[in-house]
């Protein structure tokens, strides 16, 4: 059974670095990823208005 968990999980590895080709690409799917995240998350917050928020009131230390 843990054999059979070994060769799963290494052609899981190995078919996922198919899928970049190099480390390069690894790299850059990963920027692209964050990319997609950055322009979600500004969507976000950009929609959000005063009513939206989570009720948490920070006071200035003086």
Not at 23 to 30: A, E, K, N, Y
Not at 35 to 61: F, R
């Given at each position: 059974?843990?054999?059979?968990?070994?060769i799963s999980?290494?052609?899981?590895?190995?078919?996922?670095?198919?899928?970049?080709?190099?480390?390069?690409?690894?790299?850059?799917?990963?920027?692209?990823?964050?990319?997609?995240?950055?322009?979600?998350?500004?969507?976000?917050?950009?929609?959000?208005?005063?009513?939206?928020?989570?009720?948490?009131?920070v006071t200035?230390?003086?």
């Amino acid at each position: 059974m843990k054999q059979l968990l070994k060769i799963s999980v290494a052609i899981l590895m190995i078919s996922g670095l198919a899928a970049c080709n190099t480390i390069s690409g690894l790299g850059q799917d990963l920027q692209n990823l964050g990319t997609v995240i950055d322009k979600n998350t500004a969507k976000k917050s950009d929609s959000k208005t005063e009513s939206d928020n989570s009720g948490v009131v920070v006071t200035p230390v003086k």
